[in-house]
């Protein structure tokens, strides 16, 4: 049987604005983009009766039975979609926890990888990502979005491709608590008809997550404080519901240079370069 690769690519929040909770979940709005950093999916027809799906790679261990691909594989199945079983074995190489949306974005690539087979419609496609997770529709491809407080969806162009240093401490974050600790919110800054917004939200954001992030993990405050430091990034900023704290730089060059300095200070905390896609 042949098989196929899919890069899963990680996603980032170059900002996020967290605009009001109501009773079952927050309202946020966040300008998202792609990084040249993936997991990779491998998937082929198996002739069984059921699914076969294996995790491997440094970031493979106990993610739980449970998870985003065996939730969409059962879905699938539950609706007749597939006529087939497949093998699915993914090389982790996002970190869990980390507010890149690795588990989401491996539920997003199946499902286009199931739409290109022709085996949904794209009213669907839409349908059962939403179903999965609320992000996981924002890895339906790797464009750049804008996510506006109503839930709807822009793609945008023109993102700067900034070199970006990734630097992840050895524990993730749990999104459930941050949320439910967070007492910060904004005003909704992504009006649909105002100009430059783009440009606003980049060098301007914020991530309203943060405050609850760093009272229920100290530690990632003074990462951040540390990072803050360097003169030749452009911004600090954690993406998502953290872990990971993003450093945004004008060239390779000087992300190389942090690299350096940081491994060596951050000696407990996982440190990559990559770049915005």
Do not use: W
């Not at 792609?34 to 995790?55: A, G, M, P, Q, T």
């Amino acid at each position: 049987m042949r098989t196929y690769k899919i890069n899963s690519r990680a996603k980032i929040n170059l900002n996020l604005n967290v605009i009001r909770k109501s009773k079952k979940f927050h309202l946020i709005e966040s300008l998202v983009c792609f990084i040249n950093l993936s997991d990779k999916i491998y998937i082929s027809e198996l002739n069984s009766k059921y699914h076969r799906v294996k995790f491997i790679g440094k970031f493979s261990k106990n993610i739980s039975k449970k998870n985003t691909i065996t939730k969409l594989l059962g879905l699938l199945d539950k609706n007749n979609v597939l006529k087939k079983k497949y093998k699915i074995s993914v090389k982790k190489e996002i970190p869990p926890q980390s507010g890149m949306g690795g588990g989401s974005m491996n539920a997003a690539n199946l499902l286009n990888y199931f739409y290109k087979k022709k085996f949904i419609t794209m009213k669907e496609l839409k349908k059962y990502s939403l179903k999965i997770g609320s992000d996981v529709i924002l890895g339906l491809n790797n464009r750049p979005k804008i996510l506006y407080k109503d839930g709807s969806i822009k793609e945008i162009r023109d993102i700067k491709k900034y070199h970006i240093l990734i630097v992840k401490p050895f524990f993730g974050c749990s999104t459930k608590r941050i949320y439910s600790l967070n007492k910060t919110f904004s005003k909704s800054e992504f009006n649909k008809t105002k100009k430059n917004i783009v440009k606003n939200a980049i060098l301007n954001g914020k991530n309203d997550l943060e405050k609850s992030a760093f009272k229920l993990y100290p530690a990632l405050k003074k990462i951040k404080n540390l990072l803050n430091q360097n003169k030749e990034a452009n911004f600090v900023r954690m993406t998502g519901s953290g872990s990971a704290i993003i450093m945004y730089f004008n060239s390779n060059k000087f992300a190389k240079n942090a690299l350096k300095i940081y491994k060596r200070k951050l000696n407990n905390c996982l440190c990559i370069i990559t770049k915005i896609i």
